[in-house]
């Protein structure tokens, strides 16, 4: 039986569904409501950036009125408890949320693959500052005052964020659990068989069968706000 040290763990919106928040490709889901392509892609906010910016601020105003759920609480609780188990062991938290859920519910040191609504990015300076307001009103960047700030998202033909330290934590992982991800949005959905190929063990915790249940040695079907905390325990 391997040694678990390194455990590397990617989240999707299904962590967060049992908060509230809409999940992406479920029935009434996000892609339902809006084409990914007039919402989610730079193309789209150059033809129409106030559509775009009116759906992140729904999104942004919405997430606030949501609370971390018992999913969300047991793996803050894992990243603080595991290296007290396992010296020098490591928990790596990777997710393609652009909530703060995580944060919310304890866990530190976040990867958002797919950036976050919290932050905005200015297109004309590019810095990146803390959200102050709704972005249809454009209000004046904190660095050069010029009214073109972004939502501070990865958006679907765009290079995710902090791809060399996902990798390299995959590079040591002997263990890659993915909890509340359908696998239909890539390189995320690729990482489980990066992990297979370094040898890396891995699991499953998902409501249903993913684009990608194939690639896991184990399954564990549920929701995520009672698998999570009972694998963690
Ligand atoms: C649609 C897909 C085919 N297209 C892509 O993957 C594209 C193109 C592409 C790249 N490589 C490929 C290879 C093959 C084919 C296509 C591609 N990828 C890109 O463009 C990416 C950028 C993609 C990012 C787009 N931005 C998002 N989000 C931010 C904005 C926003 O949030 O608005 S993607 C967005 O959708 C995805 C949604 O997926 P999930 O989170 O899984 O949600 P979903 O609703 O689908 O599923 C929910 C799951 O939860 C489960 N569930 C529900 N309730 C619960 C519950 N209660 N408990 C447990 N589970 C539950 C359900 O059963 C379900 O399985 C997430 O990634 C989310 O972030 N960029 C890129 O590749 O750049 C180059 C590159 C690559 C590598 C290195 C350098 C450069």
Not at 154 to 181: C, H, K, N, Q
Not at 205 to 221: A, H, I, P, V
């Amino acid at each position: 039986m391997q040694t678990i040290r390194n455990i590397v763990i990617l989240t999707g919106a299904g962590v967060s569904a049992e908060s509230g928040i809409d999940t992406f490709r479920s029935a009434g889901g996000l892609w339902e409501q809006h084409r990914v392509e007039d919402v989610a892609t730079p193309e789209g906010f150059a033809r129409d950036p106030n559509l775009v910016l009116r759906f992140y601020d729904m999104r942004r105003e919405a997430i606030q009125t949501k609370q971390p759920n018992p999913a969300h609480e047991a793996l803050g609780r894992l990243e603080r408890e595991w290296p007290k188990k396992v010296p020098g062991g490591s928990v790596t938290l990777v997710t393609q949320n652009v909530d703060d859920l995580h944060e919310r519910g304890g866990s530190l040191g976040v990867i958002h693959m797919h950036g976050e609504h919290l932050t905005v990015w200015c297109t004309a300076c590019d810095t990146r500052h803390r959200w102050t307001g709704a972005l249809i009103d454009r209000p004046p960047c904190p660095a050069c005052s010029a009214p073109f700030l972004r939502p501070d998202v990865v958006w679907f033909g765009e290079v995710p964020y902090r791809m060399d330290e996902i990798f390299a934590a995959l590079s040591e992982a002997d263990l890659f659990v993915s909890i509340g991800t359908s696998g239909a949005v890539y390189p995320a959905a690729g990482f489980v068989r990066t992990a297979r190929e370094i040898g890396a063990a891995t699991l499953e915790l998902n409501l249903e069968r993913s684009q990608g249940s194939q690639w896991f040695d184990e399954t564990r079907l549920g929701p995520a706000s009672e698998v999570v905390p009972a694998w963690v325990e």
